[in-house]
């Protein structure tokens, strides 16, 4: 499955740092911004840690799971997105 993700307004500083940070994984800005966003959201909290991705990763997922299975034969998961949002 492939997803398309576009960031807007991304400050200039960022976009600069994560160029050079992509280069010395000598990898594209897509594919650092892939691999980012992939471990923050992957991510495990350790007990007694400070709540980070992983808690609210582990927050999200809980949520999922309470309605997975409703969007079945809805379609995708733009349709199912514009159908939240009311959209026609």
């Given at each position: ?11 200039e ?14 990898r ?7 691999d ?16 980070t991705?992983?808690t ?15 969007w ?15 959209e026609d």
């Amino acid at each position: 499955m492939s997803t398309t993700l576009t960031i807007r307004n991304l400050e200039e500083p960022v976009k600069h740092l994560l160029r050079i940070q992509a280069a010395s994984h000598k990898r594209s800005m897509e594919a650092e911004a892939r691999d980012i966003l992939t471990r923050a959201v992957m991510q495990r909290d350790a007990p007694g840690q400070t709540p980070t991705a992983g808690t609210v990763n582990a927050a999200a997922l809980q949520a999922l799971n309470a309605v997975r299975g409703k969007w079945q034969g809805r379609g995708t998961t733009d349709a199912a997105m514009r159908d939240l949002r009311g959209e026609d």
